[in-house]
């Protein structure tokens, strides 16, 4: 096998992207009812912001679904990188004013992770969404609601990415399972759901890392993320960050999920050193900071948070 075989060999690609579904009705969720019946009246869709304190659960895959169905022009920003209100007086005010190829179709601006915006820039997109409504509509997704301002959340129709139905999702990873011949028993994709719920992409990525493998999905080879958190809190404790480092840079590792593993297990040791930093962490991140950049510099700093080797 060659090195491009490699690289491009069905186990190398990531699965959450693979089976990220293309039409509304291939998601898991109650929601898809109410969302066809927007995108059979294209000229009268809303503005929408998705929500959910847990990633992973389909906010960003229903976006770009509706802009499948619909096949409109559209724009997509990712809120929590462009988020300086330059962006939105040049970027998103120029495609707003523009015209459609499309004329019987509103254009789509696509925001995701606004909740990383700064305020000044929610502001003057308040503006835009009420001057332009005609001719572009909005999506917005973020994790956190109470840092959007309220008139956005007014001129939205809202949802609310919470408690995906579980039978559905065990039908999604089944069709996968049975896709690229992955061996599983009903108890193991179960206990697979349980502990990465309500996170649709973490059980697709177990069920790539049991794939990658050579296992089968049951009871025996399913395991909590956090049994990974653990090794890596030891490697902490022992002052090892180019490890922690490696792994959080080459894996699917959520370094926010991973962070606030550690926040919680300097809470049960009183480690108030430890606390600050992982709260410090969160703090960068939510403001729209990259969030592996944000952990995996402060790593050395949580190491001087435990007494020596």
Same mark, same amino acid.
Request: aromatic residues 8%.
């Given at each position: 096998?060659?090195?491009?075989?490699?690289?491009?060999?069905?186990?190398?690609?990531?699965?959450?992207?693979?089976?990220?579904?293309?039409?509304?009705?291939?998601?898991?969720?109650?929601?898809?009812?109410?969302?066809?019946?927007?995108?059979? =009246?294209?000229?009268?869709?809303?503005?929408?912001?998705?929500?959910?304190?847990?990633?992973?659960?389909?906010?960003?895959?229903?976006?770009?679904?509706?802009?499948?169905?619909?096949?409109?022009?559209?724009?997509?920003?990712?809120?929590?990188?462009?988020?300086?209100?330059?962006?939105?007086?040049?970027?998103? =005010?120029?495609?707003?004013?523009?015209?459609?190829?499309?004329?019987?179709?509103?254009?789509?601006?696509?925001?995701?992770?606004?909740?990383?915006?700064?305020?000044?820039?929610?502001?003057?997109?308040?503006?835009?969404?009420?001057?332009?409504?005609?001719?572009?509509?909005?999506?917005?997704?973020?994790?956190?609601?109470?840092?959007?301002?309220?008139?956005?959340?007014?001129?939205?129709?809202?949802?609310?990415?919470?408690?995906?139905?579980?039978?559905?999702?065990?039908?999604?990873?089944?069709?996968?399972?049975?896709?690229?011949?992955?061996?599983?028993?009903?108890?193991?994709?179960?206990?697979?759901?349980?502990?990465?719920?309500?996170?649709?992409?973490?059980?697709?990525?177990?069920?790539?890392?049991?794939?990658?493998?050579?296992?089968?999905?049951?009871?025996?080879?399913?395991?909590?993320?956090?049994?990974?958190?653990?090794?890596?809190?030891?490697?902490?404790?022992? =002052?090892?960050?180019?490890?922690?480092?490696?792994?959080?840079?080459?894996?699917?590792?959520?370094?926010?999920?991973?962070?606030?593993?550690?926040?919680?297990?300097?809470? =049960?040791?009183?480690?108030?050193?430890?606390?600050?930093?992982?709260?410090?962490?969160?703090?960068?991140?939510?403001?729209?900071?990259?969030?592996?950049?944000?952990?995996?510099?402060?790593?050395?700093?949580?190491?001087?948070?435990?007494?020596?080797?």
């Amino acid at each position: 096998m060659t090195e491009t075989d490699i690289k491009f060999s069905p186990k190398n690609i990531i699965w959450s992207e693979k089976y990220r579904p293309r039409k509304v009705e291939g998601m898991v969720g109650s929601f898809k009812t109410s969302i066809l019946k927007h995108l059979a =009246k294209p000229k009268a869709i809303p503005n929408f912001l998705f929500y959910s304190k847990t990633p992973g659960t389909g906010k960003t895959t229903l976006g770009k679904c509706i802009i499948n169905e619909l096949n409109c022009d559209y724009i997509i920003i990712n809120s929590s990188d462009d988020r300086k209100i330059d962006v939105i007086r040049d970027k998103v =005010k120029q495609f707003a004013r523009s015209r459609s190829t499309r004329p019987e179709i509103k254009k789509c601006i696509f925001l995701d992770e606004v909740d990383g915006m700064l305020g000044a820039s929610q502001n003057a997109l308040r503006n835009i969404m009420e001057t332009y409504a005609s001719n572009v509509f909005f999506i917005m997704t973020c994790n956190n609601i109470n840092k959007v301002i309220e008139p956005l959340q007014n001129r939205c129709v809202t949802l609310q990415f919470a408690h995906p139905d579980k039978v559905e999702i065990y039908q999604y990873l089944y069709s996968i399972c049975n896709n690229e011949g992955l061996k599983y028993t009903e108890d193991g994709i179960k206990q697979l759901v349980e502990l990465n719920y309500p996170s649709i992409r973490n059980c697709v990525l177990s069920l790539q890392d049991i794939h990658t493998q050579d296992m089968e999905v049951n009871v025996e080879t399913v395991r909590p993320a956090n049994e990974i958190f653990g090794v890596l809190l030891d490697k902490l404790k022992q =002052k090892d960050w180019k490890y922690i480092k490696k792994i959080v840079l080459e894996s699917t590792i959520d370094p926010r999920e991973l962070n606030t593993f550690f926040w919680e297990e300097a809470v =049960k040791d009183s480690n108030i050193k430890m606390i600050q930093r992982t709260c410090l962490n969160e703090r960068d991140i939510s403001v729209g900071a990259d969030a592996k950049i944000i952990f995996v510099s402060s790593l050395i700093e949580m190491c001087n948070c435990f007494g020596d080797k």
